[in-house]
């Protein structure tokens, strides 16, 4: 397993780390899994065994039940794992049981330790942008849980770049801890992520962890241009939340994932992870399973990974639209881009600026 630096901070983590959404599978996590504590401490275990020493959840999961599924199997071994969960979503009926308020950041935090039954998270994420807080409320709010030693690292996500860049200046401006990791949603079949969030990780020494790194289950090779899809799983018909674009390109690229896996005698999911593993700025990838067998399968990826010739037919499958500035920038002023500005241009260009 390879261990990678988060952001600028002192922590390392595993390139692959463990989700844990279809722990419990309560309400709507139902269609994510139902795992039990039995099965959930077999996949802890092989995780382990593997190196993974980051358990990634979330107060929202199952509402709850995760986090103390999580505390259940981790429980003799803590020292051995980085736990990271979040705040925000409403996780009760009243007015202040969501968000990031003050009030619910500090009560949410005392929750998920009880439920974890830890003495401190190692990072703690704004697991949702909140318009509504002033940015100063929030951020004062999580460097008292640092302070305190509830919490070790803060990050956010699902921010877009300036949500994100706000609050970096407004930790900078009032001296307060930043975040040193964005959680953003990123795989081979939805690429938006190069625009603004890597480039704004890349510029400012922000570790990025992917979720949903096979959209969902769309990228195991499950699913069918003829319909056909598991008969477990989030048996989707459409993909109307944004984590598959186009359809129609995307299952363009699973042929492109098969041939790749084909050549390495991997499967489809195992080159959908290479591929988001490789990717400028990713610090881990966090990888679910509703089962020890799968979670298995997607741990193997850290045993090999894409060729440049692979990476690059991908690329091309993949391929978004240069959208403007990026397009006017490229054509006009490449000379005086950053490395950050080049990590998304080169990927879609397809050589150095300076050889065009």
């Known amino acids: 397993m390879e261990y990678r630096q988060l952001g600028r901070s002192g922590l390392r983590v595993s390139s692959l780390a463990l989700g844990t959404m279809s722990f419990g599978g309560t309400g709507r996590f139902e269609a994510v899994g139902t795992v039990d504590v039995g099965e959930a401490?077999?996949?802890?275990?092989?995780?382990?065994?593997?190196?993974?020493?980051?358990?990634?959840?979330?107060?929202?999961?199952?509402?709850?039940?995760?986090?103390?599924?999580?505390?259940?199997?981790?429980?003799?071994?803590?020292?051995?794992?980085?736990?990271?969960?979040?705040?925000?979503?409403?996780?009760?009926?009243?007015?202040?049981?969501?968000?990031?308020?003050?009030?619910?950041?500090?009560?949410?935090?005392?929750?998920?330790?009880?439920?974890?039954?830890?003495?401190?998270?190692?990072?703690?994420?704004a697991h949702m942008w909140d318009g509504h807080t002033p940015l100063s409320e929030t951020m004062e709010a999580l460097d008292t849980l640092v302070r305190q030693g509830k919490v070790r690292y803060l990050g956010c996500s699902n921010h877009s770049a300036w949500h994100f860049m706000k609050a970096l200046a407004v930790s900078d401006g009032l001296g307060l801890e930043r975040y040193v990791s964005h959680q953003i949603y990123y795989s081979v079949v939805a690429r938006e992520a190069e625009y603004e969030l890597i480039p704004a990780a890349l510029d400012q020494g922000v570790g990025l962890l992917i979720w949903s790194p096979l959209a969902g289950g769309f990228l195991t090779g499950n699913y069918k241009r003829d319909g056909t899809r598991p008969a477990e799983g989030r048996g989707r018909t459409r993909w109307t939340d944004g984590l598959v674009r186009d359809p129609e390109q995307a299952f363009d690229i699973i042929d492109v994932l098969n041939n790749v896996a084909n050549d390495h005698g991997t499967s489809i999911a195992q080159a959908?992870?290479?591929?988001?593993?490789?990717?400028?700025?990713?610090?881990?990838?966090?990888?679910?399973?509703?089962?020890?067998?799968?979670?298995?399968?997607?741990?193997?990826?850290?045993?090999?990974?894409?060729?440049?010739?692979?990476?690059?037919?991908?690329?091309?499958?993949?391929?978004?639209?240069?959208?403007?500035?990026?397009?006017?920038?490229?054509?006009?002023?490449?000379?005086?881009?950053?490395?950050a500005d080049l990590s998304l241009l080169q990927r879609h260009l397809g050589q150095p600026l300076a050889q065009r």
């Not at 986090?67 to 009760?92: C, H, N, P, Q, W």
């Open 41 to 125: 401490r077999r996949i802890t275990d092989v995780c382990l065994d593997a190196g993974v020493n980051l358990i990634d959840t979330a107060d929202l999961y199952s509402y709850g039940a995760a986090e103390e599924m999580v505390g259940t199997v981790i429980k003799g071994r803590r020292d051995r794992v980085l736990i990271s969960t979040k705040v925000a979503f409403a996780t009760g009926l009243g007015p202040n049981d969501g968000g990031l308020s003050r009030h619910h950041v500090i009560a949410a935090c005392e929750a998920s330790l009880r439920r974890l039954q830890v003495d401190h998270i190692d990072i703690y994420h």
């Open 272 to 339: 959908a992870l290479s591929y988001v593993l490789d990717a400028p700025g990713v610090t881990s990838v966090i990888v679910g399973a509703r089962s020890a067998e799968q979670v298995a399968d997607s741990l193997r990826v850290a045993n090999w990974q894409l060729e440049p010739a692979e990476r690059e037919r991908l690329d091309a499958a993949s391929a978004m639209d240069l959208l403007y500035p990026y397009s006017h920038q490229a054509a006009e002023n490449a000379d005086r881009l950053s490395p």
